[in-house]
C-alpha cells in the first residue's frame, strides 16, 4: 500500500524558518515526480513546489519569492520542503503528492496543518 | 501564468441528476488538464488526467471532456459519496501548476 506521510511542527510565529517531512512508502521513490500543495483554511488548493525524480529540476510558485525550498533524499524515501521568513498567510495545510501522468498527482499524503501566528 | 476558471462555484443538485462542471483556460493547454475531487477534511483524490483519461479505481459514472481552452467534467448520475468540491488543474505549462477556484457540489 503507498504512504505519504507528512510531518513538521505546526505552530510557528511570523518571521520564523520550518521544515516539512514527508516520508513514502510503498512505491519506488527514486522514480517518482514529487510536488507540494497548500490549502489555506476554507480556500482551495495552490501548488507550491515541484521536484523531478533525480531532483535536478525543481520549480516554485512565484508568490514564494525563493522563501521556499523544495528538496529529496532518495535514500531515505523523503520530500522535504524548507519554509524560511514565513508570514501569516502561508497558513495552510501542506500536502505532498506524487507526480503522475501528464503531470497529474496521483497519490496524496494526508496534509500537516502548518499556522503562522504571533 | 495561465488562469483556470471553474463554473459554477456552487451547485445543487439531486441524487441521481447529471451534473457538468467547467473549466476554461486563459490560454490553450492542450489535453494537460487533471480533475481532482476533494470532501472536508480529506486530500484531493485524482479523478481525471489528460482531459478525459479516468483514474484507475474511479467509477465510469465519472467523464471528462475537451482540450484547449475548455473542459469539462460531467457525473452521469450523482451518488451521495459524490457530494464533495471538484478542482480542475492544468499541468500544460510550468510553473505554476494552477488549479481552478473549485466547484462545491451540494445536496439539493
Redesign the interface.
Known amino acids: 500500500e503507498v504512504q505519504l506521510v507528512e510531518s513538521g511542527r505546526g505552530l510557528v510565529q511570523p518571521g520564523e524558518s520550518l521544515r516539512l517531512s514527508c516520508a513514502v512508502f510503498g512505491l519506488t521513490f527514486s522514480s517518482y515526480e514529487m510536488n507540494w500543495v497548500r490549502q489555506a483554511p476554507g480556500k482551495g488548493l495552490e501548488w507550491v513546489s515541484y521536484i523531478s525524480a533525480s531532483g535536478s529540476t525543481i520549480y516554485y510558485a512565484d508568490s514564494l519569492k525563493g522563501r521556499f525550498t523544495i528538496s529529496r533524499d532518495n535514500a531515505k524515501n523523503s520530500l522535504y520542503l524548507q519554509m524560511s521568513s514565513l508570514r501569516v498567510e502561508d497558513t495552510a495545510v501542506y500536502y505532498c503528492a506524487t507526480g503522475y501522468r501528464y503531470g497529474s498527482m496521483d497519490y496524496w499524503g494526508q496534509g500537516t496543518l502548518v499556522t503562522v501566528s504571533s | 501564468?495561465i488562469q483556470l476558471t471553474q463554473s459554477p462555484s456552487f451547485l445543487s443538485a439531486s441524487l441521481g441528476d447529471r451534473v457538468t462542471i467547467t473549466c476554461r483556460a486563459s490560454q490553450g493547454i492542450s489535453?494537460?488538464l487533471?480533475w481532482?475531487q476533494?470532501k472536508p477534511g480529506k486530500?484531493?483524490?485524482?479523478l481525471i488526467?489528460?482531459a478525459s483519461?479516468l483514474?484507475s479505481g474511479v467509477p465510469s459514472r465519472f467523464s471528462g471532456s475537451g482540450s484547449g481552452t475548455e473542459f469539462t467534467l460531467t457525473i452521469s448520475s450523482l451518488q451521495p459519496e459524490d457530494f464533495a468540491t471538484y478542482?480542475c488543474?492544468q499541468?500544460s505549462s510550468?510553473?505554476?501548476?494552477?488549479?481552478?477556484?473549485?466547484t462545491k457540489l451540494q445536496i439539493k
Open positions: 501564468d489535453s494537460y487533471a481532482y476533494q486530500a484531493p483524490k485524482l488526467y489528460a483519461t483514474q478542482y488543474q499541468l510550468y510553473p505554476p501548476y494552477t488549479f481552478g477556484q473549485g
